[in-house]
């Protein structure tokens, strides 16, 4: 049954993929066989460039996770991956046309199965694209749902969705989402470290998050993130700090609701917006 295409933030463009494919929970088979050689190698190419990047900026528990996602010199099936990914932690992940609606993308992350988009980004766009294609999906999110504690946390995440969607709070998870899963920068006792995925999966992100003196970073405070902006098409001008992602899913444990009048009434700040209240992390 076809559903409706989704358009992501002020992106006036019309959504890519085929959503006719999609069923009405928006997964859809993994059009494998689909994949041209071009395509198989431009994963491949992604690929062998990115984990090159990886050591002093990305988080350990990423690094120890990235080879269960199995091959690297084309674009993975994605039952390879279930096979080790669900008696680790209980994931699956599941076929996407493309960008989905925030409510069906929480319930399923609600129900611990993970939408990866399955097309994948022409080479015209390697350097970059906006739109999430399999190599940001699958190399950017899927290694950390190997980590337990991590896997909870985007469960309990989509959980809280669609209580907030239900609230009409949508949009202050969205930022959560936005500045933890996607953008998110962990204190490890041996320096700063990224865990997002729009950082892990860019090549330029990565090093910037980390080591720019540019943006600023501030310890992750629940209420502080879920007021601010974020920038779709730049890299991000603040960053929120985590110690472990045991904090992330505390922070998740109760439910939200009570935090949304005090984000109402407090309003909205710029992406860049610095306020008193702030623990600043300067780079050591
Ligand atoms: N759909 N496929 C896909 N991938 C996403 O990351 C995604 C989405 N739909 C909605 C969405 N993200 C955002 O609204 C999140 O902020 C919740
Ligand atoms: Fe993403």
Redesign the pocket.
Known sequence: MAVEP?V?GASERPPRGDYARARDDYTCPQNWSAYTEADHDTYRRLYERQSALLPGLACDAFVDALPSLGVKDRIPQFEEINERLTPVTGWEIVA?P?????RP??ELLASRRF?V?DWIRKPDEFEYIVE?DVFH?LFGHVPLLFNPVFADYVQRYGAG?LKADDLGA?EL??RL??YTI?FGLIQQADGLRAYGAGILSSSGELCHSVTSTAPQRIALDLQRCMRTRYKIDDYQATYFVIDSFQQLFDMTAPDFTAHYAAVRSAGDLAADATIASDSRITLG
């Open positions: 989704v992501y996407v493309g960008l989905i609606p925030e993308f929480f939408p988009t999430p999906d969705g949508g998870l969205s989402y936005w996607e």
